[in-house]
T-cell receptor
Framework: GESVGLHLPTLSVQEGDNSIINCAYS??????FIWYKQESGKGPQFIID?????DKRQGQRVTVLLNKTVKHLSLQIAATQPGDSAVYFC????????????FGKGTRLSVIA | NAGVTQTPKFRILKIGQSMTLQCTQD?????MYWYRQDPGMGLKLIYY???????DKGEVPNGYNVSRSTTEDFPLRLELAAPSQTSVYFC????????FGPGTRLTVL
């Protein structure tokens, strides 16, 4: 069945360095991908999304890269700050709106001051 | 806009008790979802709805029921609470992206 997973369950990064969080997906029909940030005790918060007709999308300090050939997604955070410490989830679906998002397990990012 | 609101924030149930987790949205979104998140894990879809009067099972529907009589409300019902239902429950809507509520932390003892 479809699955979305993450390569690294935990990631520790020095403040000011760049962070890279990876995600693999198995459903080749998926064409919409989202990264969420979840802080302790809160619900997931949208960070950035990308459609399958794109390889790269940039936001404020964040970049998402999509490699459809190997079904791989990554989130890059530039100049990581203590406020970036959270669990990050990738999610995917076929963007029909009728197919619910499938979430990965998450990667915990810890920023070392 | 309040967005997606959930009540209660916390609840402790005894085995066999029942309760309803409330979810309300004021964004007029058709799509609504219920997820559960176990400690250290991702979100698993329980039920979802593509509009008033329509509901569908997700990945883990057993032990739960939902209804969608209005666009705004999407309550989740637990009829016979079990310890395996101890989790954090998130309600969400979908428009341009998915919007999540703050969650309900449920403990079944």
């Amino acid at each position: 069945g479809e699955s979305v997973g993450l390569h690294l369950p935990t990631l520790s990064v020095q403040e000011g360095d760049n962070s890279i969080i990876n995600c693999a997906y198995s459903n080749s029909a998926s064409d919409y991908f989202i990264w969420y940030k979840q802080e302790s005790g809160k619900g997931p918060q949208f960070i950035i999304d990308i459609r399958s007709n794109m390889d790269k999308r940039q936001g404020q300090r964040v970049t998402v890269l999509l490699n459809k050939t190997v079904k791989h997604l990554s989130l890059q955070i530039a100049a990581t700050q203590p406020g970036d410490s959270a669990v990050y989830f990738c999610a995917e679906n076929a963007y029909s709106g009728n197919t619910p998002l499938v979430f990965g397990k998450g990667t915990r990012l810890s920023v070392i001051a | 806009n309040a967005g997606v609101t959930q009540t209660p924030k916390f609840r402790i149930l005894k085995i066999g008790q029942s309760m309803t987790l409330q979810c309300t949205q004021d964004m007029n979104h058709n799509y609504m979802y219920w997820y559960r998140q176990d400690p250290g894990m991702g979100l698993k879809l329980i039920y979802y709805s593509v509009g008033a009067g329509i509901t569908d099972k997700g990945e883990v529907p057993n032990g739960y029921n939902v209804s969608r009589s209005t666009t705004e409300d999407f309550p989740l019902r637990l009829e016979l609470a079990a310890p395996s239902q101890t989790s954090v429950y998130f309600c969400a809507t979908l428009a341009d992206t998915q919007y999540f509520g703050p969650g309900t932390r449920l403990t079944v003892l």
